[in-house]
C-alpha cells in the first residue's frame, strides 16, 4: 500500500488557508492527515475549524505550545499583569466560548507520538519531542539541536513544526527531519521574496513497501480578504494584529508595551479579569 500523508501545522486558527490546503491535498489524492500542533489562535477558526478536520482522515495529532498556551490559560494559569498573557487568555475564552468541546479535544492530543507507516518509524512531534515550544529548531540553529531529537525516541525519521519555515535536513545517523512550514501563518523572517510570500504551507509525504519515496513540499494561495471578512463576521479579539500578520507576516505576542496598549484601549485586560473573578 502506498501511504500518502499531508503533514498539516501551525494552523493557527486559519480557515481559509486550510480550506485552500485541504482542496490542494485531496487533488493530490492524499489519504491521511497528521496535525502537528497550533491548531487554534490566534485566527478566528473553532468549530468551523474542526468541522473542517473532521470531514478529513487524520490520524495523528500532538499538542503544539499555542495549543498548552490555550489550556493552561484557561486553567487560570495566567499573570493578569503580564500582557502577552492576557493576549492569550482573552483569544483562549473566545475559543472556549465557540467551541469548548475543541478545547477538550486538544487537551487528549499527546506531546509527540510514534508511528510505523510501512517499513519505517516516524517520530512526530511540534518542536522536540517533550518541548512543544522554545527556539530549539530555527533554521539555523546547530546541529546537535537537531541530533536531540532521537536522544530518547528510536525512530527512522522526524517530522516537526513549530518554525513556521517549511526544511528538511539530517540529523545524525543520517536520519531525515522534515518542517512543512505553516499552514495559517507564514512569517516574515526569512530573507528577500521569501518573506513577502503569503501562501499557505504543507507538505505530503509518500511511503510504500520499501520506504520513503517522496517529500512534496506545497504552497497554496487563499483569500486572505475573505479570512480577514470572517474574522470580523466573528467578532475576532485582536483583529488589527491579526490583518497585520496575515497581511505582512509580523506577529505582536512578545511586543508587551504594544499588547499593553491594545489590552487597555480594547478593554481586553478587564474583560479577562472579570471572566476570572466570574470563575473563581
Not at 482522515?57 to 498548552?68: E, K, Q
Not at 472556549?96 to 510501512?118: C, H, K, N, Y
Not at 511540534?126 to 518541548?131: D, V, Y
Not at 540553529?141 to 536531540?148: A, E, F, R, T, V
Amino acid at each position: 500500500m502506498t501511504h500518502r500523508i499531508a503533514l498539516l501545522s501551525d494552523v493557527h486558527g486559519n480557515v481559509t488557508a486550510l480550506e485552500a490546503v485541504i482542496q490542494d491535498a485531496r487533488a493530490r489524492e492524499v489519504n491521511e492527515f497528521w496535525l502537528l500542533g497550533d491548531i487554534v489562535m490566534p485566527g478566528p477558526g473553532t468549530a468551523d475549524l474542526f468541522a473542517l478536520i473532521d470531514a478529513l482522515n487524520v490520524t495523528v495529532c500532538v499538542r503544539g505550545n499555542w495549543d498548552d498556551c490555550l489550556l493552561e490559560s484557561l486553567a487560570g494559569q495566567f499573570d493578569i499583569d503580564d500582557p502577552t498573557q492576557v493576549y492569550i487568555t482573552r483569544l483562549a475564552h473566545y475559543v472556549e466560548d465557540s467551541a469548548a468541546d475543541a478545547v477538550t479535544r486538544i487537551s487528549a492530543w499527546p506531546l509527540s507520538q510514534v508511528v510505523t507507516v510501512g517499513p519505517l518509524r516516524i517520530l512526530v512531534c511540534h518542536n522536540l519531542p517533550g518541548k512543544n515550544y522554545g527556539g530549539d529548531l530555527w533554521t539555523t540553529s546547530p546541529q546537535g539541536n537537531y541530533d536531540s531529537i532521537f536522544a530518547t525516541v528510536e525512530a527512522d525519521m522526524a517530522v516537526i513544526g513549530h518554525t513556521h519555515a517549511q526544511a528538511m535536513r539530517y540529523a545524525a545517523g543520517e536520519r531525515l527531519i522534515v518542517n512543512p512550514g505553516t499552514v495559517g501563518q507564514p512569517p516574515s523572517y526569512l530573507a528577500g521574496a521569501l518573506a513577502t510570500d503569503r501562501r499557505a504551507h504543507y507538505a505530503i509525504l509518500v511511503i510504500d513497501e520499501t520506504g520513503l519515496a517522496e517529500v512534496d513540499f506545497r504552497k497554496v494561495a487563499y483569500d486572505i480578504d475573505a479570512e480577514l471578512a470572517r474574522a470580523e463576521s466573528a467578532g475576532l479579539p485582536y483583529l488589527d494584529l491579526y490583518r497585520e500578520s496575515l497581511e505582512t507576516g509580523a506577529t505582536h505576542q512578545h511586543d508587551t508595551d504594544l499588547l499593553r496598549d491594545v489590552n487597555d484601549r480594547l478593554g481586553h485586560r478587564d474583560a479577562v479579569a472579570r471572566r476570572t473573578r466570574v470563575v473563581e
